[in-house]
């Protein structure tokens, strides 16, 4: 069955969305200088540990962010409040530097996750469906390593293929045990797998606030690109599977592809 015209324009604008330039040419046209300056002034025991507390933030974020929403079907979502936030998170970051990293990251990336999860809502997902909670998650994988339009088709289908056997084997199993100390460990996989590609943004929102006289106000600029990039993100990734829902995953893609 081909889409709809409509559909058919909900799904060019979800190709806009997706194939936006990535994060790190968004923060050189913010902050007016190559991002790359911001990475060679990053300290090496910063960039050591991007990782590790990209996982921890993430494990943070699952734990206290995706649950508590209630199901309100085709409202839309509150960006606003989230931008806000983050913003404010990301200006106490600014303020106190690059060692408050371990302390803004899980609270920004909570407050992201939660916005992802009020945009599944808004595109007709039900937050209590354990796909829909995994979809959330896996938003954080998307537009890492892009920084062109050219690439970002492939890389938002690239990712959500490799991501799709960890996802579906941690969803039964949760489906069975549910989310419990014993389901943890399948967790904990897909997270690490999300986690290493998000630490790719992570590491460029760094390297903004790295540079020189960004300060608190930065911070929060930063942090508002930060999330508005995921939000796009969230909101293509989820008319994807709200048309995918209706026409099948194949009509879905081969209508994307061929879109210009």
């Not at 509150?78 to 936030?85: F, I, R």
């Not at 630490?199 to 460029?204: C, D, F, L, P």
Request: charged share 20%.
């Amino acid at each position: 069955m081909n889409l709809s015209a409509a559909d058919t324009q909900q799904l060019i604008q979800a190709k806009q969305l997706l194939e936006n330039p990535g994060l790190a040419a968004k923060m050189t046209d913010l902050i007016g200088k190559p991002i790359e300056q911001g990475f060679a002034l990053l300290p090496k025991s910063i960039s050591n540990g991007i990782g590790k507390v990209t996982e921890m933030a993430l494990t943070k974020a699952v734990d206290a962010a995706l649950f508590t929403l209630k199901d309100a079907q085709h409202t839309p979502s509150s960006n606003k409040w989230y931008k806000l936030g983050v913003a404010v998170s990301g200006g106490v970051g600014g303020f106190f530097g690059l060692s408050a990293l371990a302390i803004e990251l899980p609270i920004s990336t909570t407050i992201m996750l939660r916005s992802i999860a009020d945009i599944a809502r808004s595109e007709g997902e039900q937050l209590n469906d354990l796909s829909t909670k995994m979809a959330c998650l896996e938003v954080f994988a998307f537009g890492g390593e892009s920084t062109d339009d050219d690439q970002a088709e492939k890389g938002y289908f690239a990712v959500r293929t490799v991501l799709a056997n960890s996802i579906a084997e941690s969803a039964q199993y949760i489906a069975t045990k549910g989310f419990s100390k014993e389901a943890a460990p399948m967790m904990v996989k897909v997270v690490t797998i999300v986690a290493e590609r998000f630490g790719v943004q992570v590491t460029q929102k760094i390297a903004a606030q790295a540079v020189p006289a960004i300060g608190a106000a930065g911070g929060a600029m930063i942090n508002t690109l930060f999330i508005d990039h995921f939000q796009d993100m969230a909101r293509g990734h989820f008319i994807v599977r709200k048309l995918e829902r209706q026409y099948g995953e194949a009509q879905v893609r081969q209508t994307y592809d061929a879109l210009p």
